[in-house]
T-cell receptor
């Protein structure tokens, strides 16, 4: 089954404690991205990657890091989480990020930073 | 600043009616337009994408694009209770890989 998986689905952590949210897709997609979704602010892109070792900032990259060492995986790293990073996070992938192609979203990770 | 505006709703329609969802955008360089459906607690799911002015139909869904007026709309014919969800409009500038999403319109279809 074609899918995007994220782990963990729920996470409660404390300020400053480094964490990683994993994202994996099994569709051999080149393009992957991370979004955060906040009430009243909608869905905003954090980082995206067009292929292995090729990443770029989205609209809200501050406080986040990503890496793309393998085509299927695109982890999101919060080196020093802060309460304003409490949010619902989605990973997404598509064939190449352009055109009218479908972007597949993962199930989401709900993060609470205390 | 790229902006995509949607009425937050909720938009309430009776079962079987046509639901009309609207979206306006500020960036005249926008070339790709998308409608996503998001059920509560779930991830967004692409319903329609449209590039050219005019209408694009897919089953009960019709996307309408008017670049001169900078709006894109989604019509849902024969609305069903299962269509109750939040509908997100997304816009992407030509050559960009970063879509801008609206805040979504909540649709309620009541029996």
């Amino acid at each position: 089954e074609a899918q995007v998986t994220q782990n963990p689905r729920y996470l409660i952590t404390v300020t400053g404690k480094k964490l990683t949210v994993t994202c994996s897709q099994n569709m051999n997609h080149e393009y992957m991205s991370w979004y955060r979704q906040d009430p009243g602010l909608g869905l905003r892109q954090i980082y995206y990657s067009m292929n292995v070792e090729v990443t770029d900032k989205g609209d809200v990259p501050e406080g986040y890091k990503v890496s793309r060492k393998e085509k299927r995986n695109f982890p999101l790293i919060l080196e020093s989480p802060s309460p304003n990073q409490t949010s619902l996070y989605f990973c997404a992938s598509s064939h190449n990020g352009a055109g009218e192609e479908t972007q597949y979203f993962g199930p989401g990770t709900r993060l609470l930073v205390l | 600043q790229k902006e995509v505006e949607q009425n937050s709703g909720p938009l309430s329609v009776p079962e079987g009616a046509i639901a009309s969802l609207n979206c306006t955008y500020s960036d005249r360089g926008s070339q790709s337009f998308f409608w996503y459906r998001q059920y509560s607690g779930k991830s967004p799911e692409l319903i329609m994408s449209i590039y050219s002015n005019g209408d694009k139909e897919d089953g009960r869904f019709t996307a309408q694009l008017n670049k001169a007026s900078q709006y894109v709309s989604l019509l849902i014919r024969d609305s069903q209770p299962s269509d109750s969800a939040t509908y997100l409009c997304a816009v992407r500038r030509g050559g960009s890989y970063i879509p801008t999403f609206g805040r979504g319109t909540s649709l309620i279809v009541h029996p």
